[in-house]
């Protein structure tokens, strides 16, 4: 692999790049960052040791800060620490899977009840329209997929509970690890645009509990799918 190249400076309030050595910003967070954004697009694959010297040469860092990513990554379930052995990104197995979801489900489906009943027309209009883009991303996988995490974590800040989105966006990071996989295996993209139509309908009339239901059962049927992946 190319050595990454430096940030320059003026984006350190920003965004780090995929890949490139780290600017200003806290350092430890660009690692994290630039590792997270490796292990989700699989570059660092599930199970893998993650080879802390290499790393390090390859960012221009000491092994202190990549080290403190790897804590926050431990903590988002992204990495696992084995004692004398080191890091590994987490691989996810079928218990994992089912565990993430059905937390999932609880902490969604309450939302989504909570939204109905309190969402504004903007908002629901707001909603709406990323809706939209589903419907037209249903080619692009990509696409789709960036789409249908904008509706999941926009509807989570329409509930308005910090706890419930921080902890959402933790497992759909350890979801992500083996969800794209099950999802173009078993069909499930039509199949969960019919349901985010379902959804959306039950948001639009102001249905709290048929909300509720609807999302619960959306992420039951992501996990029946994960399962026969």
């Given amino acids: 692999m190319a050595a990454p190249q430096l940030e320059p400076p003026a984006?350190?309030?920003?965004?780090?790049?995929?890949?490139?050595?780290?600017?200003?910003?806290?350092?430890?967070?660009?690692?994290?960052?630039?590792?997270?954004?490796?292990?989700l697009a699989h570059t660092l694959a599930p199970g893998s040791w993650i080879d802390e010297q290499a790393i390090a040469a390859?960012?221009?860092?000491?092994?202190?800060?990549?080290?403190?990513?790897?804590?926050?990554?431990?903590?988002?379930?992204?990495?696992?620490?084995?004692?004398?052995?080191g890091a590994y990104v987490t691989e996810v197995s079928e218990r994992d899977l089912a565990d993430v979801f059905h937390l999932l489900a609880l902490l969604e489906s309450d939302a989504a009840?909570?939204?109905?009943?309190?969402?504004?027309?903007?908002?629901?209009?707001?909603?709406?329209?990323?809706?939209?883009?589903?419907?037209?991303?249903?080619?692009?996988?990509?696409?789709?997929?960036?789409?249908?995490?904008?509706?999941?974590?926009?509807?989570?800040?329409?509930?308005?509970?910090?706890?419930?989105?921080?902890?959402?966006?933790?497992?759909?990071?350890?979801?992500k690890l083996n969800r794209r996989q099950s999802l173009f295996k078993q069909g499930r993209l039509e199949a969960s645009l019919k349901e985010h139509r379902q959804i959306m309908a039950a948001l639009k009339a102001r249905n709290a509990g048929r909300a509720q239901a609807l999302m619960h059962a959306h992420l039951n049927a992501g996990r029946e799918a994960a399962a026969l992946a």
């Fill in 11 to 39: 984006l350190a309030a920003g965004q780090p790049r995929a890949s490139g050595r780290l600017g200003t910003r806290a350092l430890y967070e660009q690692v994290a960052e630039q590792l997270r954004t490796r292990i």
């Fill in 113 to 175: 009840r909570v939204a109905a009943a309190k969402a504004t027309a903007q908002e629901i209009a707001e909603l709406m329209a990323i809706h939209d883009e589903l419907e037209s991303a249903l080619g692009d996988r990509d696409r789709f997929f960036a789409a249908n995490e904008r509706f999941h974590m926009r509807l989570l800040e329409i509930a308005d509970n910090r706890w419930r989105v921080q902890m959402v966006a933790d497992l759909r990071k350890v979801m």
């Fill in 58 to 85: 390859e960012y221009g860092i000491s092994r202190t800060p990549l080290r403190e990513a790897l804590k926050v990554l431990a903590a988002e379930g992204l990495v696992t620490m084995k004692l004398r052995r």
